[in-house]
């Protein structure tokens, strides 16, 4: 039994993928029998709030609004006072999958600068090299370094003598962690899990050749035993890198998915010779009735008939960011290759694509852009399509333009329902069923560490279809060598014929070239695997779901996190 602090800035608002993976590990039956007590660290990011700490969070100790339950009072106040800040301290919520816990939450205000905050900078450089001047006119790198003394003082406090581990979710934990291992203190031990590796997304994404050319060089460079700045040149400008290239100082380093235990290895020989744990992410796996996943299939193609005027034989879909790193231009190729066999065997198809670079549209604003066609047709501004909502209309334009059997529906919207999308959906239309009633669900990521989003639907029988470098591949191989898994599509777009990546020049013309040759493997693949009757249908979910089960959160904190934390607690 232990008590397990993650440091993150999701400790109580979801903002990405990180809060899945809290609630994912949290709530699963074996984190709860093994972790005594769990605190969530990070800084407050709305100080005005009526609910600090979430619609269903309790406040025990915010001294501010005079809220002081307990024990915790005297010994909070005194952190405070000692470095000049505010502290929120209670309860708040986590549900997944029907399971629910109520972890501890803890929020530093970072608005001002806590007492001794130079002192801790300069004693990061003087131990780990990190020269702060540098990157403190970064809010994400100054709000996380002024979080780390007090936190960490105010969660010495709550535990007492207790032993406690610190758990640093990305480069927004390190400073935290960094400052458990100044002070010495031997009842802590720190671990810090990496989602990504900040310095190769942006290398990735705004690369010429992108993931291509990227891992190609990266496969070169270890195997001659180079590193990033020998290859790419000096990475020590970038604030995230210069926290991350320090983790392997921590106590352990985790990794969710294979490439990113690559990437971090790639970073420096200090990182190389550290033993990775990998602790890949969850999969929910629910036990759907056929009869239900029929039903949300169903529901999608009557969708599709009311925008349509005739009714798909087939639904495919990929929910997501609008971000250049989902790579949706992927699927489009994929299409056109896929569109010609679907021609020939008289099959008609829709592509749902629900993906957004702005907030929630409102359901006026539903209303009137419904009055022009929307979604089945955008105009730019106003409510509608920003500028990379815009780029990838256009795309859908000349594919929807040149296709014959499979038409693309943009919907740029968060949300699957009459309120947020119209009246061209069922009254009782939610967001499950684009997850339960999808024949395929794309996520042809060019920087993807895991990728819950690709599988998710796997356990309702949707066949994924991903990238070569998406972390999930690593956990589906595993599963696959005990379980047949006929719903799993993964496109090699980055292993190249020798003689290309043998190049050393892999550039914007290469990568063309080879997301050109490789679409046209994954599209007969995936036109292969469709299922073409209900029977099919029936066993794709029937090896979704034991597949998932073995990918379930459940697993992950019994086979990959629990040994590390009892490696270090020995």
Sequence with gaps: MTTLVHVTHEAVQQAGGIGTVLRGLITA???RDYCQRTILLGPLTDPGAEQPLGPEGEVLYD??????????????RRVEFEFGVRLIYGRRLLSEGGRQARPEVLLVDVRHPPHGLNDFKHALFQHFGLDSQRYEHHWEY???LRLAEPGFAAVQALVGAEPFMLLAHEFMGLGTAFKAQLSGSPACKTLFYAHEVATVRPLVEEGPG???????????????????DEVLGPQDAYFKHALV????????VLAVGDW????LRFLGPEFAARAIDLVYNGVPAVDLPFADREEARLKLQASG??????TPDRVFTHVTRLVKSKGLWRDLLVLDHLDRELHKRGEQALFIVLATETGRRSADEVRRMGAYGWPSVHREGGADLSGGELEFDLQVRAFNGRSRAIKTLFVNQFGWDRQSCGEFLAPDAEFTDLRRGSDVEFGQSIYEPFGIAQIEPMSFGTISVVSDICGCVGFVDRVRDRQVLGGFVEGAYTRLDPLMADSGSIGAAEGVRAEAMQSKVVAAELAQKLPAN???????????????REMSWERVVEDMLLPVLRRLEK
């Design 29 to 31: 039956d074996s984190y």
């Design 63 to 76: 001294a501010d609004r005079q809220i002081r339950t307990g024990e915790v009072a005297d010994v909070l």
């Design 142 to 144: 100054e709000q996380y």
């Design 210 to 228: 992108r993931d291509i050319a990227f891992y190609n060089t990266l496969r070169r460079a270890r195997a001659e035993g180079l590193y990033i």
């Design 245 to 252: 290239r320090e983790a392997w100082r921590l106590d352990a």
């Design 260 to 263: 990113v235990v690559e990437e």
């Design 305 to 310: 008939a009311q925008l349509l005027g005739w």
């Design 534 to 548: 209900k029977n099919e249908r029936r066993k794709l979910l029937e090896e979704g779901f034991a597949v998932a």
